[in-house]
């Protein structure tokens, strides 16, 4: 078997390949360095561990695309025939040719599979709670306590209140807009940005009277909805 392994700057300079994090390329130039002469690879997951990577670079690679899984978990490098060309007297012939019956070979020199050939190992990779694909879209939004609210502009040193914070997004039942919240500490975020950090009574005086800060101006939903509030603090 060859001992030397290049990689194309085709492929490790394209804007797909930079996007993905440092740890997944990584493990793909490991995967590619210990691949046999047809760019297939029979431990990726050891592989993965070696290099301090996780099953979320593995599953990024998959699902980007660079590797194709097989049931076997046996990998192979899609683009190996564009990376490498090894010479007939140095070649040999890998061992994992009922995986290699799976894929062809494109124009363009790359593998692809065969319209037969699907793997489950890319549907059972998580990337963390949330899968990719299908999966994504089930993931389901907690609304925060107060005291979580307050422990996190605690850590983030601004002057968002809490329970202004929770009784508004409550009386909007977590929605943003028109779409249900999926991150509350970035609407956090946005509060701190805009300075929302008086407490309401005093935001909605100061609001009315024409005396509030031009930093802690809100939008005039946020306004509206923050108006809506006010019974509750009578």
């Not at 009922?98 to 319209?115: F, L």
């Not at 914070?165 to 975020?189: H, L, P």
Request: glycine residues 4%.
């Amino acid at each position: 078997m060859a001992e030397r392994r290049m990689f194309a700057k085709t492929i490790i300079d394209s804007d797909a390949f930079i996007d993905m994090p440092v740890t997944a390329r990584l493990l793909y130039y490991d995967l590619g360095m210990r691949a046999d002469d047809d760019g297939f690879v029979n431990s990726p997951k050891k592989i993965m561990r070696m290099v301090g990577a996780s099953q979320d670079d593995l599953a990024i690679l998959i699902t980007k695309k660079f590797i194709i899984p097989f049931d076997s978990g046996v990998v192979v490098i899609k683009h190996w025939r564009i990376h490498n060309y090894i010479q007939k007297d140095r070649y040999k012939p890998t061992k994992y040719q009922e995986e290699k019956a799976q894929i062809t070979v494109k124009d363009n020199g790359a593998y692809t599979e065969c319209i037969q050939s699907v793997s489950n190992m890319d549907t059972q990779v998580r990337l963390g709670k949330v899968r990719l694909g299908k999966d994504r879209n089930t993931y389901r939004f907690t609304p925060p306590t107060v005291e979580e609210v307050k422990q996190y502009c605690s850590e983030r040193h601004n002057s968002v209140d809490p329970q202004s914070f929770v009784d508004f997004y409550q009386s909007k039942g977590w929605m943003v807009g028109k779409n249900k919240m999926k991150d509350w500490k970035a609407c956090v975020r946005t509060w701190e940005r805009g300075r929302v950090s008086v407490k309401v009574p005093e935001f909605i005086e100061q609001q009315e009277s024409g005396t509030l800060p031009e930093q802690e101006e809100a939008s005039e939903e946020m306004i509206a909805e923050i108006k809506r509030l006010q019974e509750r603090f009578k």
